[in-house]
C-alpha cells in the first residue's frame, strides 16, 4: 500500500486531480496529432485507477442507487424494516432468556452449593437437605454420603 | 511493439534523465530515439506516468513554455534516479543472458 494513495481518499482532493488531468490532456491535445495520442478517455480511465480508489468509487455509486431505488418503494422498505425488527428483537429476547437460565451462574453467593430437591413441602425440603448433605467444605464443595 | 509494464518505467525514467519534459515530449522522445520502433501512444504512457509520480519517482509542475503555453512538466526525482540505475543494472544483465544464449544463427550444413 502506498501512502500517497491515502490523499486521494479525500473528495475534494479527487476533484483537484480530476481537474488537473483534464487541463493537462486539453494542453496535449492541442499541441499534439490525434492519432498520436491514442485513446485519451482510456488514459483518463487508468490513470484514475492508479490512485486506487475506484472500488470505493464503485461501492459509494453502488449504495446511492440502493437508496434511489428503496426510496420508490416505501412499503416494501417498512415491510422489510418490520420484519428486521421483529427478527433481531426475538433473537436478543431469546438469548437473554436462555444467557441467563443456562449460561451465567446463579445470581446467589455461593451457586455450587445450591441444592434442587423434588420435595414439594417445605419442610420436607429442609430436611431432605439436612439429611443427605453430610459436610460442606470450606471451599464450598457438597458432598453426599455413598 | 508492445512493451511490458516495466518496460515502459524504465524507458521513461531514461528519457527523463536529458532533462524536464512534459507527457508528449516524452512519447515523441521514446519514438525518435528508437527510430519509431517502439511507437508510443500517449494515452498509453500517460497512466504511467500517474503511477511513476505516485511512486514518488517523478515529480510534475506546470510550467509556461517559451511560447507562452502552459504545459505539465515532469522531471525525475532522487528516488527516480537510482531506481533508474537499479533498473538499468537488471537490464543490461537481462540483455546478455539473452545475447548470450541466442548467439548468431549458422545455417545447419546437411552432410
New interface residues.
Partial sequence: M?W??LKYLLPSRRRQEER?MR???A??A???DPR?????T???E??R???GWTWLDGVVADARYAFRTLRRQPGFVAVAVLLLALGIGANTAIFSFADAILLRPLPVARPSEVLTSTARHPTAVWKACHTRITRISARGAVRFPD | MDLMQGTLDMLVLRTLLVGPM???GI??AIRSTSNEVLEI????L??AL??LE???WISSKWETSEHS????NYRLTAAGRSQLKRKHSKWTEFVDAITRVMGPVVEQVKG
Fill in positions: 502506498n500517497r494513495r488537473d487541463e493537462e490532456l494542453s496535449v492541442q499541441i499534439a498520436e495520442l491514442g485513446n485519451l482510456l488514459a483518463a487508468n490513470a485507477e492508479t490512485w | 512534459h507527457g508528449y512519447a515523441k501512444e500517449f494515452g498509453s500517460y497512466p500517474k503511477r505516485l511512486k514518488g503555453r502552459r504545459a505539465k
